[in-house]
């Protein structure tokens, strides 16, 4: 097996969230008035909050009011359902299920603060499925640098080359390649250019086609031994 730990990223691989954000993001923006387009929302997925208001200053000004986009994002977050209404990605459960019963140490490493995750995975059933959890508020470089797969890596007591990370953001590929994992993409907003797929070592449809792949690496181990 050419690993020994899964190291999963949270929204837009784990929850199927980035659609609502999406569309929270930019009313809040327009209630600010001016406008987000689809490039610079994109741009943010995969980043930290410091990190997101930094790109989000260059692009719009010095000027730019954070705490004002964060207090509107949350009012559209509730109107819209907010946590309640999140579904889970297809195949989730499935891979779950699959890892656990191999005994396969897990862990998510996300660029949502730490709380936040813990209340959003426990929301939909899943944050006791892991063995760690580290937040984009809890290192010091968020993604794309490697640092949260790093310490994702250390939680688990797993030597980080021995760890596979599976992302959908570019800014989550280019962290877990960087932290010398074997990196899977399943695409979600963004979809897999050849840059990406240069980062990747594989790219996949879903969840359901990972845990196949993993489950076929296992056979041909099990085959060779």
């Given at each position: 097996m050419p690993f020994d730990?899964?190291?999963?990223?949270?929204?837009?691989?784990?929850?199927?969230?980035?659609?609502?954000?999406?569309?929270?993001?930019?009313?809040?923006?327009?209630?600010?008035?001016?406008?987000?387009?689809?490039?610079?929302?994109?741009?943010?997925?995969?980043?930290?909050?410091?990190?997101?208001?930094?790109?989000?200053k260059d692009h719009y000004g010095p000027d730019w009011d954070h705490?004002?986009?964060?207090?509107?994002?949350?009012?559209?977050?509730h109107a819209i359902g907010g946590h309640d209404a999140i579904p889970l990605k297809p195949g989730v459960g499935e891979l779950l299920d699959h890892l656990e019963a191999h005994a396969f140490p897990r862990a998510v490493a996300t660029s949502t603060a730490r709380?936040?995750?813990?209340?959003k995975l426990t929301k939909v059933g899943?944050?006791?499925?892991?063995?760690?959890?580290?937040?984009?508020?809890?290192v010091a470089a968020g993604k794309p640098a490697p640092d949260p797969y790093l310490?994702?890596?250390?939680?688990?007591?797993?030597?980080?080359?021995?760890?596979?990370?599976?992302?959908?953001?570019?800014?989550?590929?280019r962290a877990a390649r960087a932290a010398g994992m074997t990196v899977i993409m399943v695409p979600d907003l963004i979809a897999p250019t050849d840059s990406l797929r240069d980062v990747a070592h594989h790219v996949m449809d879903d969840l359901h086609t990972v845990r196949a792949w993993i489950a076929e690496r296992q056979r041909l181990s099990t085959a060779e031994s």
């Open positions: 730990a899964v190291i999963f990223d949270m929204d837009g691989l784990l929850l199927d969230s980035e659609r609502m954000f999406r569309t929270v993001w930019q009313l809040a923006a327009a209630d600010l008035g001016v406008k987000m387009n689809d490039a610079v929302f994109l741009s943010l997925i995969g980043l930290n909050r410091r990190s997101a208001e930094a790109r989000l705490e004002a986009l964060n207090v509107r994002i949350d009012h559209h977050w709380q936040n995750a813990i209340y899943l944050f006791d499925r892991f063995h760690g959890l580290v937040g984009g508020d809890e310490k994702a890596a250390k939680l688990l007591d797993v030597d980080p080359a021995r760890c596979l990370a599976l992302e959908d953001s570019p800014n989550g590929l």
